[in-house]
């Protein structure tokens, strides 16, 4: 199974390299914001692509393209993210590539499920929230534990 795991750098990134053992064995690709990242697994080198916000289309573009690039050359069967907008730009071009995808929202956000964890809604296959009142409330998210 070919696997691509997005996080922007920071805290998004911390969560997704926490979830590293539960990829051991398959082919992973990660991706993230920030140039020089240690590859989780030691084998391939961590992908960087353009940060963005969800402020314009055109602030998204160098991100999206970057996002192209990254899964034409990978072709993932599963796609995972913890976070922020590139992770939702990924889910979204997943389905476009016939993708699974897992949206696993940040342990930061106790109160509500973040803007990008709402956005994905449409095109994640999983989503998890940290928090268990958060998938009490809401019963399209699943609680699963906490990754921190």
Request: charged share 20%.
């Amino acid at each position: 199974m070919r696997v691509l795991l997005v996080a922007s750098a920071g805290g998004h990134w911390i969560e997704l390299h926490r979830l590293r053992a539960a990829f051991v064995g398959a082919d992973c690709q990660f991706v993230s914001t920030s140039k020089g990242m240690t590859p989780p697994l030691g084998d391939r080198e961590v992908l960087e692509i353009a940060d963005t916000a969800r402020d314009s289309a055109w602030a998204m573009a160098p991100t999206l393209l970057g996002l192209l690039r990254v899964f034409r050359a990978f072709d993932p069967d599963l796609v995972v993210s913890t976070g922020a907008a590139p992770g939702a730009l990924a889910l979204m071009i997943a389905k476009m590539f016939g993708a699974r995808t897992i949206w696993i929202d940040s342990i930061a956000n106790s109160e509500t499920l973040s803007l990008s964890g709402r956005l994905v809604k449409p095109f994640a296959d999983l989503r998890i929230a940290q928090w268990q009142h958060l998938a009490d409330e809401n019963p399209s998210l699943r609680y699963l534990g906490q990754i921190l």
